[in-house]
């Protein structure tokens, strides 16, 4: 068993890394440090789940951050001090701003698995000249390279102030509230002139105050870690503007492209469509009157000598009059149904499927969401069910259909189909084909399943905006 799936979609811009290197503070507040907003989250600090993420910070970003910073503080100076000695610190300045790439990249991901935070990494700076030393010395005029370095360089300070903190407030705090167990001792229940009890309750709730007070400068730590990094290892405003101005533009581009092709694809279905009428016409309708003429002018012969033959005459005048009518009434329905103007697309499809020789089933909303959906949207579905049950009819063999059609978000969705044998394909010049191009022209999307000896089914989705 075989399948055939035709798809006209349109198109979208590549995924680009937009995320907001500056988001607002709100943001970050809420999702690192939601204990520092009260209620609920400040009651249950010492537990949460934010409080350990921000704990595991702290242990992590001392160690890793102090021992980066103190580097970065030792080389920098180093190799600016050595500059004036014939050049010398050039080199080592490059090579610590290459380095410094490296810890943002790699600082950036740690901030992300501990805290959950997303900070798109900067771009590295490029030569902007030709050669090996433009290359060479492209780091020493890297801002953002710079900006790392002092990052890590005030790290130290923010790191090791904020592990003392966490350490000191949860270590006292833990001793507090253990001193159930180990006792007050006689030199404080000297010192405070009270008995053993009322002591034990004092520091219980002492250690808890503390517990608390750790949690929440753990949160408050790793905020300002985070902040930190959004604004010295990621993006610049700049750059952000940069990067979604470049987007925006490819995104234009290939909406350009898309509107070409689907313009040409427009032109050539309208083309295929004046000649269908033409040939209708030519074929039809005015075949059937110059023989309407012949036989009216045989019967104004014939009246004098032959009443007989000139009523046989006349009432096949009548007869092809009527037929005439019939084939005119089915040409400008084919090129806009009054129907659908008149009464909506929902008693179009029904007027679609009582002409249909096989029994159809029509399933529409309930609501009058359709008449929301715009006149081309609703002219293209048509049509397509048009066509579909046209192509049932001749092709499918099938013994019945069913035509599902729906407006959610936005967007109109028809579904047509068939227990009919399939194999359908929409090939260049064909029906199908036609109708594809004027989905895709409205940025619909038509997709075609049609495996051999399973019915057929049409899918598609035409925004109502049209």
């Not at 520092?36 to 400040?42: C, I, P």
């Not at 833990?174 to 001193?179: D, E, K, M, Q, T």
């Not at 293209?380 to 499918?396: G, S």
Request: proline content about 5%; glycine content about 8%; charged content about 20%.
């Amino acid at each position: 068993m075989t399948s055939q799936t035709a798809t006209a979609t349109a198109p979208t811009a590549p995924a680009h890394d937009l995320l907001d290197t500056h988001p607002p503070a709100s943001h970050d507040l809420a999702a690192i440090a939601p204990a520092l907003l009260g209620g609920r989250e400040l009651a249950l600090a010492p537990v949460t789940a934010a409080t350990w993420q921000a704990v595991s910070q702290t242990f992590i970003g001392f160690l890793w951050l102090v021992t980066l910073g103190t580097v970065a503080m030792v080389l920098i100076p180093t190799g600016v001090g050595l500059v004036p000695a014939l050049g010398i610190g050039i080199p080592l300045l490059v090579v610590t701003l290459v380095a410094a790439r490296g810890f943002a990249r790699a600082e950036i991901a740690r901030l992300r698995a501990q805290t959950g935070a997303v900070i798109p990494p900067a771009d590295a700076r490029r030569a902007n000249r030709p050669g090996w030393w433009a290359a060479f010395v492209a780091p020493l005029f890297d801002s953002r390279a710079w900006a790392a370095t002092g990052y890590a360089a005030l790290s130290v300070l923010t790191a090791s102030l904020a592990f003392a903190l966490v350490i000191g407030l949860g270590a006292g705090g833990l001793a507090g509230i253990a001193s159930p167990v180990y006792g007050t001792g006689p030199v404080i229940e000297e010192w405070a002139g009270r008995s053993p009890v009322a002591i034990t309750v004092v520091l219980v709730l002492l250690g808890l105050g503390a517990l608390w007070l750790s949690a929440l400068a753990a949160q408050a730590a790793a905020l300002l870690q985070v902040r930190m990094g959004r604004a010295m290892l990621g993006r610049t405003r700049a750059a952000q503007r940069l990067a979604a101005a470049d987007a925006a533009r490819e995104q234009a581009e290939v909406r350009v492209a898309h509107v070409e092709k689907t313009r040409i694809l427009v032109v050539d279905a309208a083309d295929d469509e004046r000649r269908r009428i033409e040939r209708d016409l030519h074929d039809g309708a005015q075949q059937r009157l110059v023989a309407l003429g012949v036989e009216l002018g045989a019967a104004r012969r014939r009246t004098p000598e032959d009443p007989q033959a000139a009523a046989d005459a006349l009432a096949y005048a009548h007869k092809e009059v009527q037929e005439t009518l019939a084939e005119l009434r089915d040409l400008v329905r084919g090129i806009h149904p009054a129907v659908l103007t008149d009464r909506g697309l929902d008693a179009a499809l029904s007027a679609l499927a009582a002409r249909s020789p096989i029994p159809v089933t029509v399933q529409t909303p309930d609501d009058d969401s359709l008449t929301r959906c715009g006149a081309a949207a609703q002219a293209a579905a048509y049509f397509v069910v048009a066509e579909a049950l046209t192509n049932v009819a001749k092709h499918a063999y099938a013994t019945s259909a069913r035509i599902v059609v729906g407006c959610t978000d936005q967007r109109l969705r028809l579904v047509v189909h068939d227990d009919g044998r399939g194999g359908a394909r929409a090939t260049p010049g064909s029906g199908l084909d036609g109708l594809r191009g004027r989905v895709a022209a409205l940025d619909g999307t038509f997709e075609l399943v049609s495996p051999e000896g399973a019915g057929t089914s049409l899918t598609v989705v035409i925004p109502c905006a049209s």
